[in-house]
């Protein structure tokens, strides 16, 4: 069973950091980019980035480029995503997701809630 | 980036009824294109990929069709399970972005 599980949200002061792990099982890791989306408290679905199956290779969204940072460790099964400069509208759900080919987003994790604030 | 504009917002049907949801790209995208639906608390789900390959799992009701900017996803014969927000993600260049959603309620 494909099987993603994110950790490390919780709250934390503007300005802060914080690294969201995904664990991944039940599926080939190592052959899949990954990705990660976050969605705000009743707002849409907003791609945030996403890294090449050997690490090679990342992009991001607009709004998080030069405060986000992701990365991945096959041994591990394993992706994160390093959050800095944290502001309010951060506040979201982050999703970790599978990337099928084509870079189709077939199986999403549970989720994990970031909340900035004082 | 690539916007991606979807309409209606939001849209009342019945069970039974046939819903078309639009999505427009800013600039030509072929057909990489995904429909997802997301219902109240849950991580959203894949139903149609490369604009109309219909994913493993997905009832035959659901369909996509389109290329280049303009697509569309169409419900045939609502059911009450189809109740959610659906969205559009074009997936042509990174980053990859979403459309804003459509949400199907009940009349």
């Known amino acids: 069973e494909v099987q993603l599980v994110e950790s490390g949200g919780g709250l934390v002061q503007p300005g802060g950091s914080l690294r969201l792990s995904c664990a991944a099982s039940?599926?080939?890791?190592?052959?899949?980019?990954m990705t990660w989306v976050r969605q705000a408290p009743g707002k849409g679905l907003e791609w945030v980035a996403n890294?090449?199956?050997?690490?090679?290779?990342?992009y991001y969204g607009d709004s998080v480029r030069g405060r986000f940072a992701m990365s991945r460790d096959n041994a591990k099964r394993s992706v994160y995503l390093q959050i800095n400069s944290l502001r309010a509208e951060d506040t979201a759900v982050y999703y970790c997701?599978?990337?099928?080919?084509?870079?189709?987003?077939?199986?999403w994790g549970q989720g994990v809630l970031v909340t900035v604030s004082s | 980036d690539i916007q991606m504009t979807q309409s209606p917002s939001s849209v009342s049907a019945s069970v039974g009824d046939r819903v078309t949801i639009t999505c427009r790209a800013s600039?030509?995208?072929?057909?990489?294109l995904a429909w997802y639906q997301q219902k109240p608390g849950k991580a959203p789900k894949l139903l149609i990929y490369?604009?109309?390959s219909l994913q493993s799992g997905v009832p035959s009701r659901f369909s996509g069709s389109g290329s280049g900017t303009h697509f569309t996803l169409t419900i045939t014969s609502l059911q009450p399970e189809d109740f959610a927000t659906y969205y559009c993600?074009?997936?042509?260049?990174?980053?990859?972005?979403f459309g804003g959603g459509t949400k199907v309620e009940i009349k």
């Open positions: 997701v599978r990337d099928a080919s084509g870079s189709y987003l077939d199986f």
């Open positions: 039940g599926f080939d890791f190592d052959i899949h980019w």
């Open positions: 890294i090449k199956q050997d690490g090679t290779k990342r």
């Open positions: 600039q030509g995208i072929s057909s990489w």
């Open positions: 490369a604009a109309s």
């Open positions: 993600q074009q997936v042509n260049s990174f980053p990859s972005t």
